[in-house]
């Protein structure tokens, strides 16, 4: 999902233009979401939060690919474009595996690491805006909001969220290495999509220098 957008540097293309095309993946994460909402009043309290804000992270996946425009910059890297849908389907994977919910402090500690992934992958994706995307095509620029601190937020609310889907998880021996998997994953998805973005907007060197890949002050 490409980095943060600068309504500056947005395509003027028309917004009807491709619109049939974005059909099949919005319907696809609209019905995630809406899987979602329906699990939501089938468990107990705490899990209905859960399921509804990845509800709502998976509606707004759905809204921005519809009014999305069309991109300044396609990478027509193939191996770009097999990491970026391979992350995505890892981590899909994680939640595939990892049986019943597990025991005892690690649930406590699994559900705290869920609920604040998702509540910082929502916000992330709600300030990238229109330039939201699965392939390494680039939209924009936008360094606002927890993009001033990290390139990636979307994809760090999503590795926290699902570390704590592992850490929950009652088979999170078996979670455990499609979530590494997953992150290996995503930090080459990050390479390609900087790489592109460094084709289209000079000033992302600067950026890149003063912000984190990932997490504040490491990564």
């Known amino acids: 999902m490409t980095v943060d957008a600068d309504t500056t540097h947005m395509s003027r293309s028309p917004f009807v233009a491709g619109v049939l095309a974005r059909v ?24 209905m939060l859960h399921h509804l804000l990845s509800a709502t992270l998976w509606a ?55 609920f604040a992934g998702l509540v910082f992958a929502v916000v992330s994706v709600a300030v990238l805006g229109r330039c939201f995307g699965v392939l390494p095509d680039v939209r ?23 570390l704590g889907v592992v850490i929950g998880a009652d088979r999170w021996w078996l979670a455990l290495p499609v979530w590494l998997a997953g992150l290996v994953l995503q930090l080459l998805r990050t390479g390609y999509e900087e790489e592109s973005l460094r084709t ?20």
């Open 24 to 47: 099949p993946l919005a319907t696809l994460f609209a019905l995630i979401a809406i899987a979602n909402v329906l699990a939501a009043f089938g468990d107990g309290t705490g899990s």
């Open 60 to 114: 707004l996946f759905a809204v921005m690919v519809v009014i999305r425009p069309v991109p300044i910059h396609r990478s027509g890297n193939v191996v770009g474009i097999a990491v970026a849908v391979s992350a995505q389907l890892a981590f899909l994977l994680v939640g595939l595996v990892t049986g019943e919910t597990g025991s005892g402090p690690a649930v406590a500690i699994g559900n705290a690491l869920l």
């Open 140 to 162: 924009g620029l936008v360094t606002r909001g927890p993009y001033r601190f990290v390139r990636h937020p979307l994809y760090l609310g999503e590795l926290v969220a699902l």
């Open 200 to 219: 289209v907007f000079p000033e992302y060197r600067e950026y890149a220098a003063r912000t984190k890949r990932l997490i504040p002050g490491l990564v």
